[in-house]
């Protein structure tokens, strides 16, 4: 398994090198998008409808969309903007895991001790878990700096990447009941409770859709008339040919 990320875990008078992998692996379905006469995959290519030419990498500019407008901005202006620093998760504060809201949780990450670091790691994950409490720090990740929170799971440390308070939406626009209830309906609604309450895991949960698609492809791939041959690396263009369900 390759680390997306390696540097330095900085908890105030603890430090430990670390690396971090990606948690989850989606298992959203892909398809393809081919020429349905030839079953070649397509390529999106960049054109200009304005000067209707199509238009090579060199001959991109970025824009930021501002108000009502476009800034353009150069990678030597965006290489100059401050940045934290590269390659070490930085702890700010220790606080208790019920005050961050999961619908803030990202991308998730399991955190391992590099080279002579486990003892050090084991201590760390085991008073957090003691104690209820996670961590939240900052880092540069893929040339953003995010806010990050660390808790234990298990033996491990995972890190999961915050949505910034920026990004988060608000609900003053949602029909939302404004009433308190009454305490039959309260009564009924700790029945319901009572009743749906069970062990089970969301490990033991299945995702059908994904099975039902994944054994109708199985079904087509036995008969060669529903397949065709995937075309070589080098002929397919990396941001084209390949759609996931929820775009299609």
Request: hydrophobic share 40%.
């Amino acid at each position: 398994m390759k680390a997306y990320w390696k540097g330095t875990l900085d908890c105030d008078l603890l430090t430990m090198p670390v690396k971090l992998y990606a948690a989850v692996s989606a298992h959203e379905p892909r398809f393809h998008y081919l020429h349905a006469s030839c079953h070649t995959p397509v390529e999106s290519l960049r054109h200009c409808p304005q000067c209707d030419v199509m238009v090579s990498g060199e001959d991109v500019v970025r824009g930021y969309e501002h108000a009502d407008a476009v800034v353009l901005v150069t990678a030597q202006e965006l290489a100059a903007l401050p940045r934290p620093v590269e390659h070490v998760i930085v702890v700010h504060q220790c606080v208790h895991a019920y005050v961050i809201d999961p619908v803030r949780f990202d991308r998730a990450f399991y955190v391992e001790p590099d080279t002579g670091a486990k003892k050090s790691y084991a201590v760390l994950c085991d008073v957090l878990r003691q104690s209820g409490m996670v961590l939240l720090g900052t880092a540069l990740l893929r040339d953003r700096e995010r806010l990050l929170v660390l808790r234990p799971a298990q033996g491990v440390l995972v890190a999961h990447t915050l949505f910034a308070p920026a990004e988060m939406l608000d609900t003053e626009q949602l029909a939302l009941p404004r009433r308190p209830p009454h305490p039959i309906e309260t009564k009924a609604a700790e029945e319901l409770i009572v009743r749906l309450s069970g062990t089970s895991v969301p490990g033991q949960w299945v995702d059908h859709s994904h099975e039902a698609l994944a054994s109708l492809v199985a079904r087509k791939a036995k008969n060669t008339a529903n397949t065709s041959p995937l075309a070589p690396r080098r002929t397919r263009h990396r941001s084209s040919s390949v759609s996931s369900v929820a775009a299609a």
